[in-house]
């Protein structure tokens, strides 16, 4: 499975923070293309000075909807818990690196066909802090 993402992430407090997601996914058996929608949440345990910098541990959760390849409806619904680093320049450049487990359950209603199953989430972001 492969995923891509546009992020807009708040601080929600001190080490809290939120984001919202719209992106796309692709199974790994390259029949269906999904488009999503997330949320995630950060808590940075560190002692950065920033909300933006350090370890942290994170959960994320959503869902989409696609057409196949072999034109069956489909839908999905998942969940990511993870922990990771992110790293801030003075420029304002950000850059994350993360791992965790993930759990996704799809129903592709053209073929009856539904399932559910966990897999590792590896989390790799580059971003800018305005």
């Given at each position: 499975?492969?995923?891509?993402?546009?992020?807009?992430?708040?601080?929600?407090?001190?080490?809290?923070?939120?984001?919202?997601?719209?992106?796309?996914?692709?199974?790994?058996?390259?029949?269906?293309?999904?488009?999503?929608?997330?949320?995630?949440?950060?808590?940075?345990?560190?002692?950065?000075?920033?909300?933006?910098?350090?370890?942290y541990l994170g959960g994320s959760i959503g869902g989409g909807t696609g057409i196949g390849?072999?034109?069956?409806?489909?839908?999905?619904?998942?969940?990511?818990?993870?922990?990771?680093?992110?790293?801030?320049?003075?420029?304002?450049?950000?850059?994350?690196?993360?791992?965790?487990?993930?759990?996704?359950?799809?129903?592709?209603?053209?073929?009856?066909?539904?399932?559910?199953?966990?897999?590792?989430?590896?989390?790799?972001?580059?971003?800018?802090?305005?």
């Amino acid at each position: 499975m492969t995923t891509g993402n546009v992020n807009l992430e708040f601080a929600l407090a001190e080490r809290t923070t939120l984001a919202a997601s719209i992106g796309g996914l692709t199974a790994t058996h390259g029949t269906f293309n999904y488009l999503t929608l997330g949320a995630r949440a950060r808590y940075f345990f560190s002692g950065a000075p920033s909300a933006y910098q350090g370890w942290y541990l994170g959960g994320s959760i959503g869902g989409g909807t696609g057409i196949g390849v072999i034109a069956a409806s489909s839908a999905i619904a998942f969940t990511t818990l993870n922990i990771g680093h992110r790293w801030e320049l003075d420029s304002g450049f950000t850059f994350g690196l993360g791992g965790g487990l993930g759990f996704i359950s799809s129903l592709e209603s053209g073929l009856g066909v539904s399932g559910s199953t966990l897999y590792p989430d590896l989390d790799i972001r580059f971003g800018y802090r305005f």
